[in-house]
């Protein structure tokens, strides 16, 4: 037998065991239970339409204030990496490396408890705001290696460019490297903000109440009262009409994006 039939051979023994399995546990199961265990029509009408306009809600809104405040930091974090000037390397360095090192609960649970306990004050806009600014400030520290990539990527010769007709090396900056990057890196950004959505469901540990909740613990604490896990199976069918669109438009970026990379390299080698 050749090294190909073997393979092929292998190849059709997984697609058996494949077949065996789903046979199995569509004749084994307990179809019934499941469907009262997690998929509870009752229920779920019950969880409607607060599911969608206090969970998604709160969700889609924690998501958007991290979002936006990592998006400016992480811009600021960026051109620090890449400045001439060395404190600014570090510090920008120190930042990036601390914030991707540590896991997100526990900058949550600084900002939401730490801060509070030692300074005395509490980030403004209440749970809300604590909540964005803790996934805010992790989500920085990967924005910015993203950025500053992006920014990288950009070939030398358009700065040059830009200041051989009188511009400054900030206005190059501004105006040349960072819409050529911004248009680079527009697909890990975007799933950057599909991983945000999902970390939202961390901010249980800082206390929502109940117009603060976001999609998770709005299910658990649903699931929590029915004795049911249908409301885990609500929160998902709704993660996944959230998430599914974006990460489609995140391949729609990528296509988009490598073909017009493909299209300069043709223009510049031909």
Known sequence: MTKRQKSHLIRMGQYLLIVVAAVSAVLFADWDRIARIFFNVEIMRDMLP?????GVWNTVIYTLGAF????VAALFLALM???PV???????????EFFRSIPALITILVVAFGIPIAFGAR???????????GLGIVAAAYMAET????????????????????????????FIILPQAFRIIIP????????????????FVIGTTPLTKELTKFARDFMALTANATPLTVAAILYLLITLPLTFL??????????GRRSVTDRATA
């Open 250 to 259: 995140v391949r729609r970026l990528e296509k988009t994006a490598g073909k």
């Open 147 to 174: 950025m500053r990539a992006g920014i990288e990527a950009v070939p030398l010769g358009q700065a040059e460019a830009a200041r051989s007709v009188g511009m400054t090396s900030g206005q190059a900056m501004a």
């Open 123 to 133: 980030v403004p806009g209440g749970i809300l705001g604590t909540g964005s600014v």
């Open 188 to 203: 890990p950004l975007t799933n950057e903000l599909v991983l945000l959505l999902k970390d939202t469901s961390l901010l």
């Open 50 to 54: 607060e599911a969608i306009t206090v």
């Open 86 to 96: 060395a404190p600014y390397r570090w510090l920008a360095t120190v930042y990036i």
């Open 81 to 83: 990496r890449l400045s």
């Open 68 to 71: 936006t405040l990592g998006f």
